[in-house]
C-alpha cells in the first residue's frame, strides 16, 4: 500500500512541552513506510481550512530535534476555531484539503474539544469514501482531559510543567513575603485553571510539610467573602503573613464577577486573563476595604501565559512523556487505528511509571475530568498528600537541559516552507457568516 500524507496540528492554548509532541510525530513518521509527508496546519483546522500546510518532512532535523525545548505554540501555530454542527462549509473544504493532499491521518493535538473534532472530521471523511485515520494527541495544562477515574488517561502532557511552574513560584513568593511582610502581609496569586484545580492545587508542592501561612482555594470548593476573609485574618493572626492562591475561576459568594466583565471564546469558555477583571483583584480590594488583623495591606500577583509557556521551569518528566505521546500518535496511524488518541497510564503508583496506550476519542470527548473532592481539606483551604503522591512524579527533579547562544535560548526555527496550494482560497464559514439562531 502506497505511503499516505499525515497532518498535525494543534488546538487551544499551548503550553511548555506541546512541540516536543509534534516532534514524536514527525521523528516517528520518518521511520514508518506507511507514512509519506509529514505536513502542520499552520494555526490549527485554520491553517487547515486555508490549505496553509508547512512542510514538515523538509525541515532541517535539527530544527525539528530544537522542537523539544521550544515552548508555546509559535513554530507551528496553534487556534480556537471550532468546527461546530452547521458550518457545513468548513467540514467540506477540510475534506476537499484531505484529497488535494492525500491525506491519510490526521493527528489533532489539544483538549477534549480537539479530540471532538478530530473524531467529527475524521468520521465524516470515512462517510464521503475518504480513507483517514483521525487521532488525537493530548495536551492540557489544567489535567482536564479524560475522566476523574483516571481510567482513560492518568494525566496530560502540558500539566506537569506547569504544575512545576507553580511548585518554584510559589517557592519564591514565600521569600518575597517573608521579607516583606510589615508592609505586604498578604499576597493573593492567581493561578490558570476556569472550572478544575489541578494547577492551584499544585502550589502545595512548594510546600509538601505545610510550614508556609500557605491557602489554597480551587475552583470545585465555593467559599463566601465572610469564609475566605476570615481565614486570611487567622492565619495572619497566626503567622504574621499569608499566601493566598485562587483559582482564576474561583467562584466567591458575595463577590461575583459579573458576567459582562467575562470575555468567552469561541468555544463558550471564559478567558479570564482577557476580562475587564479577575478574581485576585477583586479578592484583594475586598480584604484591604474589610481590613487586617496586622499592620499593612494585601496586594496580588495574576500570573500570565508564563505558566503555560515557561520552558526553563518544563519538567523533564513531562518532556519525555509529551514525545511518547506524539510518537504514540504516530504509531496508531500507521497502523490504521482509527478514532484514538493517544493516553499516558500509570502502571505503578509506588515506584512511578507509565505507559502509553489509546483511548477512543469519542469516550475522550464526552468525558468531563473533575480534580476528586476527597483531595481536597475539609475547610477547603488546602489538599491532601494523596494529591502530592499523584502528582511529586509528574515535576521530576532535576532543570530541562535548554540551548542558550550568546545569552539567548535557541528556539527551533521551521521554514516557512508550503505545500502547492491547488485550491481556491477559502474564509473560514464562523469568519463570515453568523450561527443560525
Known sequence: MPARNLIVAQSGGPSAVINNTVRGVVETARQLDEIGTVYAGHHGIEGVLKEELIDLTAQDPEEIALLGTTPAAGAIGTCRYKLKDWQNEDFDRVLEVFKAHDVGYFVYIGGNDSMDTANKVANLARERGLDVCGLGGPKTIDNDVGDSEFKLIDHTPGYGSTARYWSN??????????????????????????????????ARLADPNREMPLLIYLAE??????????????????????????????????????????????????????????????????????????KGTARCNVSGTDQRHSIFHASTVDLAESYRA?????????????????????????????????????????????????????DGTDVTDEFLKYVRPLIGDGNPSVPVIDGRIRFAKLARTYADQKLDAYVPQADRQSPPS
Open 169 to 202: 513560584y510559589i517557592q519564591q513568593v514565600n521569600e518575597e513575603n517573608m521579607g516583606s511582610s510589615p508592609a505586604d502581609p498578604v499576597m493573593i496569586c492567581q493561578a490558570m485553571g476556569r472550572k478544575i484545580g489541578y494547577i492551584p492545587a499544585a
Open 221 to 294: 470548593r465555593k467559599v463566601t467573602i465572610d469564609q475566605i476573609h476570615e481565614q486570611i485574618a487567622a492565619t495572619c493572626k497566626e503567622h504574621g503573613r499569608a499566601i493566598v492562591v485562587v483559582s482564576e475561576g474561583l467562584s466567591i459568594e458575595g463577590l461575583e464577577i459579573p458576567e459582562e466583565f467575562i470575555v468567552r471564546d469561541s468555544f463558550g469558555h471564559p478567558t479570564f486573563s482577557s476580562s475587564k477583571i479577575t478574581v485576585a483583584q477583586m479578592l484583594t480590594n475586598e480584604v484591604n476595604k474589610r481590613g487586617l488583623p496586622v
Open 326 to 378: 506524539g510518537e504514540k500518535a504516530a504509531l496508531l496511524a500507521a497502523a490504521g487505528e482509527h478514532g484514538y488518541m493517544s493516553t499516558i497510564l500509570r502502571t505503578d503508583r509506588e515506584n512511578y511509571s507509565v505507559k502509553y496506550d489509546k483511548a477512543p476519542l469519542k469516550e475522550v470527548a464526552n468525558s468531563e475530568r473533575h480534580f476528586p473532592s476527597e483531595w481536597i481539606s475539609e
